[in-house]
């Protein structure tokens, strides 16, 4: 068990529909990480924030939209969904410095 | 930006050793990260590399060279359960965002 918690684990929507994703970090880390990995492929990095701050940005589609709460949970909002979003998005958070990420168990999204 | 090279696939087999390669290219290093990820699981920490050279942890061993942006990951005594992906990644710009290069897949056959 990573200390990551993410909820749903699975999820299965509509095209056009809107879903949220949530994140809980380890507990003391401030940081959150997004990733969106399509079957077969890849980690692609969506987002990053750091105590409720937005930190960095990577290919994340104007579609989407994320936040970290004063609490440092954080949420991934998708919208006007698409079958070609299907895919599973991870939660990972940091510590202070330099140190592992720590993945929860991933959302799988299924559009149909 | 980065730019993080890592073969596809590999085969070995059972208690043999295998070498995965990692090369990668980032303005400002801070260490290289190596992840495994089991079809449709969540990726796990292995090791991490700052310096130059060979870290070992039982079975497996990560080495770096920074001078030619490369690292291998190392996996002796192979096993079935490591059949699994291998993430090389690296942190990135100024808030050490982690980019994952696009893994190798490692198959192990008996």
């Known amino acids: 068990d990573s200390g990551v918690t993410q909820t749903p684990k699975h999820l299965i929507t509509a095209t056009g529909q809107r879903v949220t994703l949530r994140c809980s970090p380890r507990s003391g880390d401030l940081s959150v990480y997004w990733y969106q990995q399509s079957l077969d492929q890849g980690l692609q990095f969506l987002i990053q924030y750091y105590n409720g701050e937005e930190r960095a940005k990577g290919n994340i589609l104007e579609r989407f939209s994320a936040q970290q709460f004063p609490d440092l949970h954080s949420e991934l909002n998708l919208s006007s969904l698409e079958l070609g979003d299907s895919a599973l998005y991870f939660c990972?958070?940091?510590?202070?410095?330099?140190?592992?990420?720590?993945f929860g168990q991933g959302t799988r999204l299924t559009v149909v | 930006g980065q730019n993080i090279d890592q073969p596809t696939e590999m085969t070995a087999t059972e208690g043999a050793i295998v070498q995965i390669n990692c090369t990668y290219q980032?303005?400002?290093?801070?260490?290289l990260f190596w992840y495994q990820q089991h079809a449709g699981e969540a990726p796990t920490f292995l090791s991490y590399?700052?310096?130059?050279g060979l870290e070992e942890k039982g079975r497996f061993s990560s080495f770096l060279s920074r001078s030619k942006g490369y690292s291998y990951l190392l996996l002796k005594e192979l096993q079935m359960k490591d059949s699994a992906s291998y993430l090389c990644?690296?942190?990135?710009?100024?808030?050490?965002?982690?980019?994952f290069g696009a893994g190798t897949r490692l198959a192990v056959h008996p």
């Open positions: 990644a690296v942190p990135s710009g100024g808030y050490n965002k982690l980019i």
């Open positions: 980032t303005s400002g290093f801070n260490g």
């Open positions: 590399n700052v310096l130059d």
């Open positions: 990972a958070s940091r510590g202070q410095g330099n140190t592992e990420a720590f």
